[in-house]
């Protein structure tokens, strides 16, 4: 049988160049910013609209003005949310996030899945909750984090991140304590097996030697070495049945201890998208009005959104996919790399958890396939009908795309969703694209317009409200959960004051972990991290909170 792929039309990549950077004269922070600015448009566009606003204003514009127009109802996600959180907490907290979501359907997207270590992350969190915990309604913190990363990603999920470092070890900040072991690094978060008690007491004792070699504060040290005995092994996480289900425990345990009273007046629910996805899908594949079947199924519409998002970041390249999918189509040292060419609606999951790019391939004129070849040379394959699909979802061989976790929660059920600056360069694309699409296909332009309504560009993560003092009397460092807790938690009258920080200054706060995605290596000093803490402190000593 004769394949061809799918014939699609080239459309303008979006760029996003890592910057240059010459530092002069201006100070470090204020530099780097300026660098953010001109990598990220959306920073660019969010310093310059609210800058000089309070963090407080700032997360109110969330909210959306009208949410009870989307494409599909939301009694389905609420149903499915219901089930999800059963397994790490009481039925009164399920339904309280239901009803937190009925309201306001905003959820924070920025995150990866995994126990939250990274300091962008807990504190883009703690930002996006703050005049939640000041609500006397006792609210819900929901966080939707993918899960498709590897252990090995830059959040760390394979372990713990710890950020109060001795003076010496400041270039490596922060430093990794790894729970899974080396031959685990590159399975996804979203299909890794659960933790045991002996690769604890392992990551105990590596935390011993962290601290006798004075690389790591002790009361940090004694902080991680709690969580690890109160928490990971309390017999409700060991017994969840992979560590995407302990990691979504462990978040809303290790949450609670970021308050000096142990009781916040918001609860964070924190769960895998991709989970929540295949489950409203194997709905919506089975509902030919649902938008998730008519974009994958009616060909017309099909075709439409390939081409219009092909090369677009979070979706798909198709030459690459294709060449890939059937490797004598190029040359052997192209032969299994990614070459950032994301999937087509779906990831192939290896017999190793690794997740494979897919291209999808007709085969006759009314079939086709979704094919791929993982990192090790084998062949995936599988019918693209819906039949295969809900299987493949069951049977855990197939995970959502990030464009399908989009068109999901988003697009089709009008879900606001709040992301870090990557997110709001490529959704903003995505949505525009995705409305081409419909525009261009009969019958779809009252679908268009809807879409058209949808929030895209919500952005958050890369602020920082928190920082920690290293090991020097003028420095000032990101502060993850176990910073935070060494440093006896966070009062009422701190959240105050995290709401009074401005945009900008809590832009600064978060440089250390901005800048590595904006800044080729080559480029930094040997000593930016140094130079940025101490201008860090001269800046920011008297306006974020100091753990």
Same mark, same amino acid.
């Given at each position: 049988?004769?394949?061809?792929?799918?014939?699609?039309?080239?459309?303008?990549?979006?760029?996003? &160049?890592?910057?240059?950077?010459?530092?002069?004269?201006?100070?470090?922070?204020?530099?780097?910013?300026?660098?953010?600015?001109?990598?990220?448009?959306?920073?660019?566009?969010?310093?310059?609209?609210?800058?000089?606003?309070?963090?407080?204003?700032?997360?109110?514009?969330?909210?959306?003005?009208?949410? +009870?127009?989307?494409?599909?109802?939301?009694?389905?996600? !609420?149903?499915?949310?219901?089930?999800?959180?059963?397994?790490?907490?009481?039925?009164?907290?399920?339904?309280?996030?239901?009803?937190?979501? $009925?309201?306001?359907?905003?959820?924070?997207?920025?995150?990866?899945?995994?126990?939250?270590?990274?300091?962008? +992350?807990?504190?883009?969190?703690?930002?996006?909750?703050?005049?939640?915990?000041?609500?006397?309604?006792?609210?819900?913190?929901?966080?939707?984090?993918?899960? &498709?990363?590897?252990?090995?990603?830059?959040?760390?999920?394979?372990?713990?991140?710890? !950020?109060?470092?001795?003076?010496?070890?400041? @270039?490596?900040?922060?430093?990794?304590?790894?729970?899974?072991?080396? %031959?685990?690094?590159?399975?996804?978060?979203?299909?890794?097996?659960?933790?045991?008690?002996? *690769?604890?007491?392992?990551?105990?004792?590596?935390?011993?030697?962290?601290?006798?070699?004075?690389?790591?504060?002790?009361?940090?040290?004694?902080?991680?070495?709690?969580?690890?005995?109160?928490? !990971?092994?309390?017999?409700?996480? *060991?017994?969840?049945?992979?560590?995407?289900?302990?990691?979504?425990?462990?978040?809303?345990?290790?949450?609670?201890?970021?308050?000096?009273?142990?009781?916040?007046?918001?609860?964070?629910?924190?769960?895998?998208?991709?989970?929540?996805?295949?489950?409203?899908?194997?709905?919506?594949?089975?509902?030919?009005?649902?938008?998730? !079947?008519?974009?994958?199924?009616?060909?017309?519409?099909?075709?439409?959104?390939?081409?219009?998002?092909?090369?677009?970041?979070?979706?798909?390249?198709?030459?690459?996919?294709?060449?890939?999918?059937?490797?004598?189509? =190029?040359?052997?040292?192209? @032969?299994?790399?990614?070459?950032?060419?994301?999937?087509?609606?779906?990831?192939?999951?290896?017999?190793?958890?690794? %997740?494979?790019?897919?291209?999808?391939? @007709? +085969?006759?004129?009314?079939?086709?396939?979704?094919?791929?070849?993982?990192?090790?040379?084998?062949?995936?394959?599988?019918?693209?009908?819906?039949?295969?699909?809900?299987?493949?979802?069951?049977?855990?061989?197939?995970?959502? +795309?990030?464009?399908?976790?989009?068109? =999901?929660?988003?697009? $089709?059920?009008?879900?606001?969703?709040?992301?870090?600056?990557?997110?709001?360069?490529?959704?903003?694309?995505?949505?525009?694209?995705?409305?081409?699409?419909?525009?261009?296909?009969?019958?779809?332009?009252?679908? $268009?317009?809807?879409?058209?309504?949808?929030?895209?560009?919500?952005?958050?993560?890369?602020?920082?409200?928190? *920082?920690?003092?290293?090991?020097?009397?003028?420095?000032?460092?990101?502060?993850?959960?176990?910073?935070?807790?060494?440093?006896?938690?966070? =009062?009422?009258?701190?959240?105050?004051?995290?709401?009074?920080?401005?945009?900008?200054?809590?832009?600064?706060?978060?440089?250390?972990?901005?800048?590595?995605?904006?800044?080729?290596?080559?480029?930094?000093?040997?000593?930016?991290?140094?130079?940025?803490?101490?201008?860090?402190?001269?800046?920011? @000593?008297?306006?974020?909170?100091?753990?």
């Amino acid at each position: 049988m004769k394949v061809k792929p799918l014939k699609l039309c080239k459309a303008p990549k979006e760029q996003l &160049n890592r910057c240059t950077l010459n530092i002069g004269t201006n100070s470090p922070a204020n530099q780097y910013l300026e660098a953010a600015c001109q990598s990220f448009t959306v920073v660019k566009r969010t310093i310059h609209q609210y800058g000089d606003f309070s963090l407080g204003t700032y997360i109110n514009r969330f909210t959306p003005s009208d949410h +009870s127009k989307a494409y599909q109802s939301r009694d389905d996600l !609420y149903q499915i949310i219901k089930q999800y959180c059963h397994s790490f907490t009481d039925a009164r907290v399920a339904k309280l996030l239901v009803h937190d979501l $009925a309201t306001n359907p905003v959820v924070l997207t920025a995150n990866h899945q995994g126990t939250d270590y990274f300091a962008q +992350s807990v504190q883009g969190t703690l930002i996006f909750a703050l005049n939640r915990l000041l609500s006397p309604q006792s609210p819900t913190v929901p966080v939707f984090a993918f899960g &498709n990363v590897p252990l090995n990603n830059l959040t760390f999920p394979r372990g713990m991140l710890l !950020y109060r470092v001795n003076q010496s070890q400041l @270039k490596k900040m922060p430093l990794k304590a790894p729970l899974f072991p080396d %031959r685990l690094k590159r399975r996804m978060v979203s299909h890794t097996p659960k933790f045991d008690q002996a *690769m604890v007491l392992r990551l105990k004792k590596r935390l011993k030697q962290m601290v006798l070699k004075n690389q790591v504060a002790s009361d940090s040290g004694s902080i991680a070495a709690e969580i690890l005995d109160n928490d !990971y092994c309390n017999p409700a996480v *060991m017994r969840l049945p992979d560590y995407s289900h302990q990691a979504t425990a462990l978040n809303n345990r290790i949450w609670k201890q970021l308050f000096r009273n142990k009781k916040p007046s918001a609860d964070l629910i924190y769960l895998e998208i991709e989970k929540i996805v295949s489950q409203l899908l194997i709905r919506d594949l089975a509902d030919t009005q649902s938008l998730a !079947y008519q974009v994958m199924f009616e060909q017309e519409l099909r075709e439409h959104t390939l081409e219009a998002l092909n090369r677009v970041t979070g979706c798909w390249n198709y030459e690459t996919l294709c060449r890939r999918a059937y490797p004598h189509f =190029t040359n052997e040292d192209q @032969k299994y790399s990614n070459h950032n060419a994301g999937t087509v609606f779906f990831w192939g999951i290896d017999s190793s958890g690794r %997740r494979i790019p897919l291209a999808l391939i @007709k +085969s006759n004129a009314s079939t086709a396939i979704l094919r791929g070849i993982s990192d090790h040379g084998k062949q995936f394959e599988t019918p693209f009908t819906c039949q295969s699909l809900l299987e493949g979802l069951q049977q855990r061989k197939l995970l959502p +795309s990030l464009f399908t976790c989009f068109l =999901t929660i988003a697009f $089709a059920r009008g879900v606001v969703c709040v992301g870090g600056y990557h997110q709001g360069e490529y959704l903003p694309l995505i949505k525009q694209g995705l409305v081409a699409a419909l525009h261009q296909t009969k019958g779809y332009h009252d679908v $268009a317009h809807l879409i058209e309504n949808v929030s895209a560009g919500s952005y958050l993560s890369g602020m920082m409200a928190v *920082m920690s003092k290293i090991a020097m009397e003028d420095g000032l460092a990101p502060a993850g959960p176990v910073e935070i807790i060494a440093g006896g938690g966070i =009062t009422h009258d701190e959240i105050e004051q995290m709401r009074a920080l401005t945009v900008r200054e809590a832009h600064i706060a978060g440089l250390f972990e901005t800048v590595p995605d904006i800044i080729r290596p080559a480029l930094l000093e040997t000593d930016w991290k140094l130079k940025l803490a101490q201008d860090c402190y001269q800046q920011l @000593k008297n306006k974020v909170i100091i753990k």
